[in-house]
């Protein structure tokens, strides 16, 4: 028997990183290693989207031991934090999690 979904699971999408605007869009962030600070990675059409950018970001971060929502499909050829700005991060995330819409 399947459980009903919970109000939680609807709004971050059952992804790590990932949670629902109002207005139905879905977003990503990050925080930053040993801060409080977020990098705020955008806004998306799906959940999974928002869900690789997550991984992207995470693993810029965090590196290869870095847990992610889709570890069967890693992000490739990312730099580590210490060559990265936030900025930076952002656009590989963007990249990444358009990866999948991509023809």
Same mark, same amino acid.
């Given at each position: 028997?399947?459980?009903? /979904? *919970? @109000?939680?699971?609807?709004?971050? $999408?059952? &992804? ?11 977003? #990503?962030?990050?925080?930053?290693? /040993? *801060? @409080?600070?977020?990098?705020?990675? $955008?806004? &998306? ?11 992207? #970001? ?46």
């Amino acid at each position: 028997m399947d459980r009903p /979904q *919970s @109000r939680r699971d609807r709004r971050d $999408g059952g &992804y790590k990183g990932v949670r629902m605007r109002k207005w139905g869009k879905w977003v #990503a962030e990050v925080r930053q290693l /040993q *801060s @409080r600070d977020r990098i705020w990675l $955008g806004s &998306y059409q799906t959940a999974e989207e928002a869900a690789r950018a997550y991984d992207a #970001a995470v693993f810029c971060l965090r590196g290869p031991s870095a847990v992610i929502n889709f570890p069967d499909d890693p992000p490739e050829e990312i730099g580590s934090a210490n060559e990265l700005s936030p900025a930076q991060i952002r656009v590989l995330a963007a990249n990444h999690a358009r990866k999948l819409t991509k023809p």
